[in-house]
């Protein structure tokens, strides 16, 4: 049987974070265009300055998403940048015997 879960390395791969940036920046020209009526008909003038402010707007979006991206990486631990992920990130850590640590033994006060 072979192991095939990623490790964090292989999630965080920069061409996948920049492209991810770019659909964003994409989406958000795309958005802009349709809302402020580019593909209706129009006058002449009006073609130019709807195309500046996609092209704002995507910039800003791509350059937001990646400074987000960014700074979430940097949370992360890089002594677990090798350990391969095998449960939700989010849930608690599991005993040895495979149940939910006690509440009490977070410091939590029991209710």
């Known amino acids: ?6 490790t964090r390395r292989d999630l965080m791969k920069p061409i996948q974070l920049l492209g991810l940036a770019f659909g964003a ?8 265009l349709v809302s402020v009526g580019f593909f ?7 073609a130019p300055a709807a195309l500046t402010l996609a092209l704002i707007i995507a910039g800003v979006t791509f350059i937001v998403v990646l400074v987000v991206v960014a700074l979430l990486l940097l949370a992360v631990d890089p002594a677990q940048v090798k350990k391969q992920i ?3 990130v989010l849930l608690p850590d599991e005993n040895a015997d495979g149940t939910a640590p006690d509440a009490s033994a977070s410091g939590e006060p029991k209710a």
Do not use: H, I, N, Y
């Open 40 to 46: 209706q008909q129009r006058s002449p003038e009006q």
């Open 86 to 88: 095998d449960r939700p």
């Open 1 to 6: 049987m072979t192991d095939d879960k990623p």
């Open 25 to 32: 920046a994409l989406f958000a020209g795309v958005v802009t």
